[in-house]
């Protein structure tokens, strides 16, 4: 952990890198990522590319002294929807290479946003036994759950899953809906953050959200989620 006293934090949980084969400029470096952040004033960030982890050692090592701190992060592809799972700052890289076949990735699948893992709620449940935090990726677009599952019981199975941590939304104003679970058959008053799900140096910071921590590190981002309403 990180602690530089209870304030508000501006964070970005999803961002892409080269390694994401959907990524728009692969000269683009982990250095010119991290300083448009940097320039953007975005103190915490996330590397959640598709499916891959590749790029978050050096990630980290390029943070080292300046003025940003990096969290290792995926983008799983699961069945249902997409879901970013978001380790502690010192999380070995080694374990998450062990997690990655766990959920259905293999090697041949890695930085392709198309490859289709385990079912959604078996991905929640993985990353909870790895000490990993669950949100439910862009959960009002296309490729999130609450698109992707048709309308029914198994929705809102999937929303009730103890092991979701959280919604990523799109849509501003589907914030307080679900944050005070006003929404018919989806009662649960859940944590909603928006991050820029960036595939290239423009998109990084057009989203973010501000959590507010004493130390930073995963027990914060979690605390903040569950005390969200706060």
Do not use: W
């Not at 959960?139 to 959280?166: C, M, V, W």
């Amino acid at each position: 952990m990180v602690k530089f006293g209870l304030r508000f934090y501006k964070t970005d949980l999803h961002l892409h890198t080269s390694a994401s084969q959907c990524f728009k400029d692969k000269d683009i470096s982990i250095e010119d990522i991290l300083n448009e952040a940097i320039k953007k004033n975005i103190d915490i960030v996330a590397i959640t590319d598709h499916n891959d982890i590749s790029n978050i050692e050096e990630a980290r090592g390029y943070a080292k002294g300046k003025n940003i701190i990096v969290f290792p992060g995926i983008e799983i592809t699961a069945k249902g929807g997409h879901i970013l799972a978001i380790f502690d700052l010192d999380y070995p890289i080694s374990r998450l290479n062990d997690f990655l076949p766990v959920v259905g990735i293999t090697s041949d699948l890695r930085g392709k946003h198309n490859a289709l893992a385990a079912d959604f709620e078996i991905v929640l449940e993985k990353i909870s036994e790895y000490d990993g935090l669950a949100i439910a990726a862009h959960a009002d677009d296309k490729s999130g759950f609450l698109f992707s599952i048709p309308q029914g019981t198994h929705r809102i199975e999937i929303y009730s899953n103890k092991f979701l941590n959280g919604l990523e939304l799109i849509d501003s104003g589907n914030i307080d809906k679900y944050s005070k679970g006003s929404i018919p058959n989806y009662s649960r008053k859940i944590a909603c953050i928006q991050s820029s799900d960036s595939h290239g140096l423009s998109e990084i910071g057009r989203r973010f959200s501000y959590f507010k921590m004493d130390e930073i590190g995963l027990e914060g981002i979690r605390q903040a989620l569950f005390d969200h309403e706060l």
